[in-house]
């Protein structure tokens, strides 16, 4: 029924490929299940509001602040102008977007094991990785450009491998990585460099020595040292995140790569450049040097410090277990704690493996090893389930690929460990079983709220403070320009109505007193028609209304109180 994966010959680039196509239309099938879903107005909605200034000709960097380079911006202004400014044209792209990864997904997992541990590792990526807050909104609706760059990245690493047993399209595969710098540049940089780790492991030209492995090894461990002390905010977090570097690194030298690896990295190189280099210095002609420095690279941003969630401890993982049993809720926590220590583990324990043998693993072994120990360097500085579900394919993948290998010294089947698999599939879906049921069904006849730019379930939403949406939107009727704070700028999406300031997103401590100073005199040169502040005890909101107290004061004076809905307050210039 399954097969080991290791049958003693290369697979070829056409095993698979069926299968792949089932689970791209599975996966797509399930995610425009949920596109009329819930909304978060925090993330998302900053997201969508950013997105719609590039489409009124806004610039990243010079006109509003973000952390991402600009194609998940540039991407979806082209798609709001060709299918109308609206919440679901994003999510379908999204959709489109998931079922691309989880099909590279499949068709690398067929490299290494058996048609049903393939799809079984696609199905608990997507349940333990694409999650739903039940009565609120799912992750994976949710722009974040960590989407878009992990579904190029999981066409990337299949164009790897192509590449890699052919010996050509090498040009292809940077343009490739290319791309995904410019959706999320850490995701491009640590995968050119994955592949580099990969390119030299995987090179059999003669002429080899150890000066190339031995360079090639300095070079990754004194940048990854760089990102683990610029981003790690606990030594325990360097530590898992970091471990796999290690015998990555002397992997890399056993491997003394030739002359056939300086070949295939300067083509490499070059397709990286034929994209990553236009995008850069048209964004420095526009913005600056100095911004897209500080937005790009985050170089004297900060947003280490501000931004940082250092990994849970070993104590904070026998707590989260030992509480699982108390509901629903504390089962997830504690099973999500328990991804974000294994995953790295697996990780660093397949980097030792391949250390210990690197020449008899297969290219697709080789491959993801890479792949896995550097992307979770992305997982610097905020070290959260969120940022895990980004990049948890590759990782999943590794972890079940070394269960695999367990499971063949004990002598079990591989149709064991895909049984295994299966079932903590049922298990972590069973929870939104019947939110898919409600899905499917019609909407009721009563009426919901219909926003312009929002037509979804409304119904289905149970979290109170989400159900005040559609009425702080029309509230917000006729206003031309709004301040959502302290992160509601999606609102005003959701109203037609922008934000007049650079930055959509007040996170405590994220400003500078000059930034700060420049919000409040721009606010006082052209104030707003409308303000919303969420007035709310959960710890963001209250802690951003304390550090930001001056704007806070500062809308109060300037806009009156017009309405109060749920813990919205509503302030415009003049009552709709």
């Given amino acids: 029924m399954d097969v080991s994966g290791e049958t003693g010959r290369a697979p070829a680039a056409g095993d698979g490929v069926a299968g792949a196509f089932i689970a791209f239309v599975a996966v797509l099938a399930y995610v425009l299940l949920f596109r009329g879903y819930g ?128 010996d050509r399209g090498w040009v292809g595969v940077g343009v490739l990585w290319g791309l995904v710098f410019c959706f999320k540049q850490n995701a491009g940089l640590f995968g050119l460099g994955a592949v580099t780790c990969f ?154 493996m391949l250390a210990w043998r690197p020449a008899r693993a297969p290219s697709a072994r080789r491959l993801l090893v890479c792949a896995g120990v550097l992307s979770l360097l992305q997982m610097l500085p905020r070290a959260d389930f969120w940022h895990l579900a980004h990049l948890a394919g590759p990782l999943l993948l590794l972890a079940v690929v070394m269960v695999v290998d367990v499971g063949r010294r004990l002598r079990l089947a591989p149709v064991v460990v895909a049984l295994g698999l299966w079932l903590l599939v049922l298990v972590r879906a069973l929870p939104t079983g019947a939110l898919v049921i409600a899905c499917l069904r019609p909407p009721p006849a009563t009426d919901l709220p219909v926003l312009a730019r929002a037509d979804l379930r409304w119904d289905l939403v149970t979290d109170e403070t989400l159900r005040e949406v559609p009425d702080v939107v029309r509230a917000l009727a006729g206003a031309r320009t709004m301040v959502g704070f302290p992160a509601l700028s999606g609102l005003g999406f959701l109203a037609s109505a922008p934000s007049p300031l650079p930055h959509d997103y007040f996170f405590p401590g994220l400003l500078d007193t000059n930034e700060r100073a420049a919000v409040v005199a721009l606010l006082e040169s052209a104030p707003p028609d409308a303000a919303v502040i969420l007035r709310d005890q959960r710890a963001f909101a209250a802690e951003a209304a304390r550090d930001y107290a001056t704007l806070v004061r500062l809308l109060e004076e300037m806009l009156p109180i017009a309405e109060r809905i749920g813990p919205f307050e509503v302030r415009r210039r003049e009552a709709p």
């Fill in 39 to 166: 909304f978060d107005p925090f993330d998302e909605g900053t997201l969508l509001a950013q997105i719609d200034r590039v489409r009124r000709g806004e610039v990243p960097y010079r006109d509003f602040h973000t952390g991402y380079t600009p194609g998940l911006f540039y991407l979806n202004a082209w798609l709001f102008e060709a299918f109308g400014v609206h919440v679901q044209v994003v999510r379908s792209m999204l959709a489109v977007l998931h079922a691309a990864e989880m099909a590279a997904l499949y068709w690398l997992a067929r490299r290494l094991t058996g048609a049903g541990t393939a799809s079984a590792v696609v199905a608990l990526c997507v349940v333990a990785f694409r999650p739903i807050a039940t009565g609120a909104f799912a992750l994976f609706n949710i722009p974040y450009a960590g989407w878009y760059a992990q579904a190029l990245a999981g066409v990337a690493l299949v164009g790897t491998l192509l590449a890699s047993s052919r």
């Fill in 199 to 352: 390119v030299a492991l995987d090179d059999r030209s003669g002429r080899r020595t150890m000066l190339g492995g031995l360079a090639l090894a300095l070079a990754l461990l004194t940048g990854g040292g760089i990102v683990l002390r610029a981003g790690a905010s606990t030594a325990w977090t360097a530590v898992v995140v970091g471990t796999g570097l290690v015998p990555l690194a002397a992997a890399v030298v056993r491997s003394r790569p030739g002359a056939g690896f300086l070949r295939r990295e300067a083509r490499l190189l070059v397709g990286f450049a034929l994209v990553a280099v236009p995008m850069l210095v048209t964004a420095v002609l526009v913005a600056g040097l100095g911004s897209v420095l500080a937005s790009v690279f985050h170089v004297g941003s900060g947003a280490a410090a501000v931004y940082a969630e250092p990994y849970p401890s070993l104590a904070e993982a026998r707590s989260a277990l030992a509480a699982a049993p108390a509901s629903l809720r504390a089962a997830r926590q504690a099973f999500e704690t328990i991804l974000l220590l294994v995953l790295p583990c697996a990780a660093a324990a397949a980097a030792c």
